[in-house]
């Protein structure tokens, strides 16, 4: 029972025993005055209770004065208004926790991960555990918030992660993980508690300042996490110039790369199908974004109109052809500058990837400081001007008010209809506003932290950059020995795309879904969500 409802119950009480107080000394004093008759407090207090309860009296009926009479209604209409008072603010209560089941207060798991409080972070974190089967628990403080969390089936017990205790009945000494985020002091204090209960646990932390990595490291922490950081190089990434460029490089003839479909360009506004991407490239294609959703397989009536970025695989020579086509005939390829709206944290992040990358930056922000090359408000037309908007190529907005984000680009979309408009979303709720606004790609901070938490918890697997969402992963065949590719539909069933075969220690690239058949002991490098790879596994190795 949390301490408000106990606090609501005992005054509840004290304010009923004195309305029964009061109306006894009241009473006795009024039979002596008004009609006359001496009675003690404990007769008074059995009429009193009578009254209030409506279980009727009579002994001392009927009374003479007219304050007598008056007074009896009162206390009949107190005795009423007390049961309705009673019903919704205890016994509806009380009745409600009793149906409810409560959380537990310890549980028993083994190689899961823990998580120390529930946040937007924690959240992206718990669906990347649930796609890919992975147990967890959180330790929450808040009572009612635990409660919320327990009714929606999420894995949750009540307590301070402080506390050796808690950290116990939340079964660290079998856990293989734990995620705190907190401030610096409670975060601290949690990683040595929890260091000196298991010294071989994995202790990831979310940082808010850079400054204090070199504490959490001294404290215990394995690996740490700057989510404003992470978000600043995951929007640098989506520019343009640099997406062909900055490729995972998967085999000697092979790559994986993201190509954005122009306006004007030979594929635009054909379909996958008509564009025989498959045919006369033969490219893999693993998934498309249209927007902020991620599709994959990709369907070949798919038009490919502006707004859509392609994940393709296939061969440098191949890849090259096919970026030719999605370019546009009108748009000289070139690097021409980013603008930067916003020099926290993650416009520093951005500015220093772009820069490691010979791209011209200039950067605008409302205060004056080292890096800032325009100082102004961004909301302002004029301080647009002043950095030449109509002539950029790419744009990113990184600042922590969503609703100055919008105003901005719908600014800088009217004022060059033609920019490449990246965007941080502080809340992912704010995200098709965005979209709406003219932004080209919008990402949430929570969503690069949680994809970044659940790589580093998944330490086995080799994923591609996070802002990708995309993993690439080295699998056995399984069940897919003895077939062929068109007659297993591995895209189709689960969404994956095998790239590559592996056979006695040599990669095979041209894998031919009619006539290559998995022999025993094959490997296949697989691309796909996280979901999408967890489909594979479960569909292909569980009996395996």
């Not at 659940?454 to 056995?476: G, T, W």
Request: with cysteine; glycine share 4%; proline share 2%.
């Amino acid at each position: 029972m949390d301490k408000n409802f106990s606090n609501r119950i005992f005054f509840s009480i004290l304010t009923v025993l004195g309305i029964i107080i009061s109306y006894s000394i009241l009473f006795s004093w009024s039979m002596l005055y008004f009609e006359d008759q001496h009675v003690t407090f404990s007769q008074s207090l059995q009429v009193v209770v009578e009254s209030l309860t409506t279980s009727g009296y009579g002994g001392y009926a009927p009374w003479q004065s007219d304050f007598m009479n008056y007074f009896i209604v009162i206390m009949n209409v107190t005795g009423v208004a007390l049961v309705f008072f009673a019903f919704p603010v205890l016994i509806v209560p009380i009745l409600k926790r009793a149906i409810e089941k409560s959380p537990p207060q310890k549980i028993s798991k083994s190689d899961h991960v823990i998580i120390c409080g529930y946040s937007n972070h924690a959240d992206v974190l718990i669906q990347e555990l649930d796609s890919r089967g992975k147990d967890y628990v959180i330790i929450e403080q808040d009572d009612q918030l635990v409660s919320q969390l327990h009714l929606s089936g999420m894995n949750v017990i009540v307590g301070n992660p402080e506390s050796d205790a808690i950290l116990l009945n939340a079964c660290i000494g079998s856990a293989s993980t734990l995620v705190l985020q907190s401030t610096v002091e409670k975060s601290i204090s949690t990683i040595l508690t929890a260091r000196n209960a298991s010294e071989t646990i994995n202790i990831i932390a979310v940082l808010d300042q850079e400054e204090e990595e070199v504490y959490y490291k001294l404290a215990g922490a394995d690996v740490t996490i700057l989510p404003r950081q992470l978000i600043g190089e995951s929007l640098a990434k989506q520019v343009p110039a640099i997406s062909i460029i900055d490729s995972v490089e998967i085999d000697n003839n092979i790559e994986l790369i993201e190509i954005d479909i122009e306006e004007g360009s030979e594929l635009c506004n054909r379909s996958v199908k008509s564009a025989k991407l498959l045919d006369n490239h033969h490219v893999n294609i693993i998934g498309a974004w249209q927007k902020d959703e991620f599709n994959s397989p990709v369907s070949p009536d798919l038009i490919l109109d502006s707004k859509i970025r392609l994940l393709v695989a296939g061969e440098k020579a191949e890849i090259d052809e096919l970026s030719k086509k999605a370019e546009s005939t009108t748009r000289q390829f070139r690097r021409s500058k980013v603008l930067i709206l916003g020099y926290g944290q993650s416009g520093d992040a951005a500015a220093r990837f772009l820069k490691s990358r010979s791209v011209d930056v200039q950067v605008i922000d409302i205060q004056e400081k080292e890096g800032v090359d325009i100082v102004g408000d961004i909301t302002k037309t004029e301080t647009l001007k002043k950095a030449d908007i109509e002539d950029v190529m790419s744009l990113i907005v990184t600042i922590q008010d969503d609703t100055k984000a919008i105003y901005a680009t719908l600014m800088a979309r009217h004022l060059n209809p033609k920019a490449h408009i990246i965007v941080r979303a502080n809340n992912k709720g704010n995200i098709r506003k965005i979209f709406d606004a003219g932004a080209d790609y919008v990402q949430a901070v929570t969503t690069v932290s949680g994809r970044m938490l659940a790589a580093s918890v998944f330490e086995d697997e080799d994923s591609l950059a996070v802002e990708k969402q995309i993993n690439l992963k080295q699998l056995p065949a399984g069940q897919l020995v003895g077939t062929t590719l068109a007659e297993s539909d591995v895209r189709q069933e689960t969404g994956c795309t095998i790239l590559m075969a592996i056979r006695n220690d040599k990669k095979i690239i041209t894998v031919d879904p009619q006539t290559f058949k998995f022999k025993e002991n094959d490997q296949v490098i697989l691309a796909g969500t996280d979901e999408s790879i967890y489909l594979f596994e479960e569909k292909y190795l569980s009996n395996s």
